[in-house]
Nanobody, 123 residues
Framework: QVQLVESGGGFVQVGGSLRLSCAAS????????MCWFRQTPGKEREFVAR????????TYADAVKGRFTISRDNAKNTVYLQMNSLKPDDTAVYYC????????????????WGQGTQVTVSS
């Protein structure tokens, strides 16, 4: 099992930047595919970004491509989401997720989730 704790959310103006972190417990972090999802009230969780176990492969939602960067440091058991050029539509609770056996972008397939961190972009 792995436990995930997100941090780094907050308030930011349009065009600003934030970096989210997700710290994982356990000694097998490098075996997990890691993802970031986000959710706004009344909507399903939306895929944001995904990174492979080694960190060599990344995938992004079209809405964030070119603005967000996912990365991981397996030595520190941490995955990051650098968010630049933020827009009001990026306002959401951001969750990191992990899975040992699945490496896609479907939120229903991920077994482990953090508690979420709120990101609010004001115009």
């Amino acid at each position: 099992q792995v436990q995930l704790v997100e941090s780094g959310g907050g308030f930011v103006q349009v065009g600003g930047s934030l970096r989210l972190s997700c710290a994982a417990s356990g000694r097998t972090f490098s075996m997990y595919t890691m993802c970031w999802f986000r959710q706004t009230p009344g909507k399903e969780r939306e895929f944001v970004a995904r990174i492979s176990r080694s960190g060599r492969t990344t995938t992004y939602a079209d809405a964030v491509k070119g603005r967000f960067t996912i990365s991981r440091d397996n030595a520190k058991n941490t995955v990051y989401l650098q968010m630049n050029s933020l827009k009001p539509d990026d306002t959401a609770v951001y969750y990191c997720a992990a899975d040992l056996n699945y490496d896609g972008t479907n939120s229903y397939a991920y077994d482990y989730w953090g508690q979420g961190t709120q990101v609010t972009v004001s115009s």
